[in-house]
């Protein structure tokens, strides 16, 4: 698997409102233009790409390498869908902070509205569970406060989270999810996760080398009574183990964990994924059953971190240039024209759009080679 980062930097102060409002029009109209031309499943299966979302917010003119793009340009969207009504299939919940919280909620009154009502506890239970592996079993450094679920009425779906760096640290992550190439919410699940590189060590129970992990950490969970975890925990200390993590990653106080291991041995979970829903069960007590496994079973999960890796209306902030209204407004009527001939048949601006496409893709083409021929890098900037 390729992997690449960037650098999310945390931006304080707001969208201004003639901004955010032209991004609510041009996101809408950019989400309806693809679904007309590829379906819903494809707009999901795009915002689940870490490099076409950033993409996606520069060309709505947020800044390029600020967290604060997540959220404004998620919010723009789930409002520019919202405004273009039930026929283009795709949903949206949650959000930042509060909003976040509500996604369960959005997705009950979602389904009931489509007529849908039995597939809202399995897309909520699917919200829950993406939410917990990102805070929990994938433990580096970064604590989520944004939560985004989007779904079509097929069960398709596709999350876009973000995480901030603990201890007063300036630097964000973004998670990545699509329901198609999930085979194991628990197992290599993400489409992609893009950030800044973590700080101290990293726990990741999802990577494919963290699986005797998952499996002894629930069993133990299940098999095992608190005193021994206790017990095994001490002789990891004594054995001077380097499980060193940030600060906010200390080990939960012991009548706090004995409580929680009570409740696990009195109700085995099933498997990780079981366990990792419990309540109680949250990114310090895991990490302490991980920790205990290790010195009984003798398995280790994986500390490698498991991030991933142009403008076209400017920037917010001014970078690389001012956003210009007049050009932004006329580049959203062009595409809104378009959308309103190809409802009533008249393709001519839609084909003029794929041509276009067309010709950017071969030029890319063309320009790699000639880089290739030169002997320029392909990582070089021309």
């Keep these: 698997m390729q992997r690449k980062t960037a650098r999310l930097p945390l931006h304080s102060g707001h969208c201004p409102p003639w901004l955010y409002q ?75 902070g509060r909003a976040s919280r509500a996604t369960p909620s959005e997705i009950g009154a979602i389904a009931e509205r489509l007529g849908l009502p039995s597939a809202a506890e399995q897309l909520v239970y699917t919200s829950r569970l993406v939410a917990k592996v990102d805070n929990a079993a994938v433990q580096d450094g970064y604590q989520l406060y944004h939560h985004t679920f989007w779904f079509t009425a097929d069960g398709r779906w596709a999350v876009v989270q973000q995480g ?20 194991d919410p628990v197992c ?19 990577a494919a080398q963290s699986a005797s992990a998952r499996q002894a950490t629930a069993s133990l969970a299940g098999e095992v009574p608190e005193r021994e975890v206790q017990r095994a925990l001490s002789c990891l200390s004594r054995q001077g183990e380097e499980w060193v993590f940030p600060a906010g990653h200390a080990i939960p106080a012991e009548r706090y964990l004995n409580r929680v291991l009570y409740q696990l041995y009195e109700r085995p979970p099933q498997d990780f994924t079981d366990l990792l829903l419990r309540p109680g069960v949250g990114p310090s007590t895991l990490r302490a059953l991980v920790m205990a496994a290790e010195v009984i079973y003798g398995v280790r ?42 409802h009533l048949g008249q393709q001519e601006s839609m084909a003029a759009l794929r041509r276009l496409a067309r010709w950017q893709s071969e030029a890319a083409v063309g320009l790699k080679t000639a880089k290739e021929e030169s002997g320029v890098g392909s990582n070089a900037v021309l």
């Excluded at 290599?188 to 973590?198: D, L, M, N, R, S």
């Design 301 to 342: 999960a994986s500390r490698t971190d498991p991030i991933r890796y142009g403008f076209a209306h400017g920037g917010k902030d001014g970078h690389p240039f001012p956003v210009s209204r007049q050009d932004y407004d006329h580049n959203l009527a062009v595409l809104e024209q378009a959308l309103r001939r190809a």
């Design 164 to 183: 901030m760096e603990g201890e007063g640290g300036r630097w964000a992550r973004r998670y990545h999810w699509w329901s198609e190439t999930v085979e």
């Design 22 to 96: 032209r991004m609510v029009q041009l996101a809408g109209a950019l989400a309806e233009a693809i679904v007309v031309e590829f379906g819903p499943g494809e707009l999901l299966a795009r915002l689940a790409d870490p490099a076409w979302f950033q993409a996606f917010g520069a060309l709505l003119g947020f800044d390029w390498h600020s967290s604060g793009l997540t959220t404004v340009v998620t919010a723009a969207l789930k409002e520019g869908l919202s405004q273009r009504g039930r026929d283009l299939g795709v949903y949206a919940a949650g959000g930042k």
């Design 188 to 206: 290599e699940p993400h489409q992609g996760i893009v950030g800044a590189a973590a700080v101290g060590l990293v726990l990741d129970l999802t």
